[in-house]
């Protein structure tokens, strides 16, 4: 019976996986290939990596199928609102805009309840079934959740690794003659990484509109690094209360070297820590068979006699 079970859940998933391949595009399917070439544009202007594998991989093919349709029904305002500011802070993919990523937990909801169930039947039997499709589902509509929030600390570190030789650049250009933007252009340009795409993300929400303050508190509310936000906060109060840009520039350009050392040094003191566990239960056990090995033997010989 469990078996018949496993085999009746590998054949649904498996038709399923066919249908959603199978099935012709539907109309945002194809006004979204329409659009392509103009969102890559964007993107690379942007200063952000080319995305065209997930834009055409088989996970993006198969959340804008039918068994992504489940996402919208199962994803709440809070949720949408939560995955919109997570996806701000993993830099916006151009191939994964939110309606993907809503849809794809509806496709691991699918995939995640197949599993359970196929897993469940083939170890368990009807008791399987029973736990292992809600947990299946659960743990496949969260998978979204928990890659999406994986990318976005990647990320947010990687801000915080490179803001300190940004800030540097940026102290040159301005002491060098130029204004805080064309300096920012000038990072955004030369240098690679989250920190020009989004400085240039930041240039051009300013050409077409926003105010400085805007677009740097827009920036703010994109990152999670506490030393970038509390600079972007100084540079706003000081285009509001006339404070030369230089000198803020370069207080926090020296604060934030400072506090990278402090994390580096941090890092290397806990080194000892880290080695502890498995010095004890790997290197520790084999020298004391070395050393004391022998020794037992020989006691065991004469003991023995």
């Known amino acids: 019976m469990p078996a018949l079970l496993a085999l009746v859940a590998l054949a649904a998933s498996g038709a399923l996986f066919v ?57 709440g305002r809070r949720a949408a609102v939560r995955l919109q500011r997570w996806l701000g802070y993993a830099g916006s993919p151009p191939g994964w805009p939110l309606t993907r990523l809503i849809r794809a937990r509806g496709l691991g909801l699918c995939a995640g309840a197949a ?52 800030l540097d650049a940026l102290v040159i250009g301005v002491e060098a003659g130029l204004g805080l933007d064309a300096a920012m252009a000038q990072v955004a340009t030369y240098t690679t990484g989250p920190i020009a795409a989004e400085l240039t993300r930041t240039l051009q929400e300013m050409r077409i509109g926003s105010a400085r303050a805007t677009a740097l508190r827009a920036l703010a509310a994109r990152t999670t690094v506490k030393e970038l936000r509390t600079f972007l906060t100084a540079l706003v109060q000081s285009g509001e209360l006339g404070i030369p ?60 006699h």
């Open 245 to 304: 840009i230089a000198d803020v520039l370069r207080e926090h350009s020296r604060e934030t070297r400072l506090k990278r050392r402090q994390r580096a040094e941090e890092q290397a003191q806990k080194v000892p820590v880290k080695i502890l566990l498995p010095v004890l239960l790997c290197i520790f056990p084999a020298m004391f068979v070395i050393i004391l090995g022998p020794g037992l033997l020989n006691m065991l010989r004469t003991f023995g």
């Open 115 to 166: 599993l359970g169930l196929f897993f469940g039947g083939a170890w368990f039997g009807v008791r399987g079934l029973l736990g292992g499709v809600p947990l299946g589902a659960l743990a496949g509509a969260l998978l979204v959740d928990v890659l999406l929030l994986n990318a976005a600390q990647k990320r947010q570190q990687e801000l915080l690794k490179h803001l300190p030789d940004a």
């Open 19 to 75: 249908v959603a391949i199978g099935l012709p595009p539907t109309a945002r399917e194809r006004v979204m290939a329409a659009l392509t070439p103009f969102t890559r544009t964007a993107a690379v202007a942007a200063g952000q990596p080319r995305d065209e594998a997930a834009a055409g991989s088989m996970p993006g093919r198969l959340a804008d199928g039918p068994l992504g349709a489940i996402g919208p029904a199962i994803t």
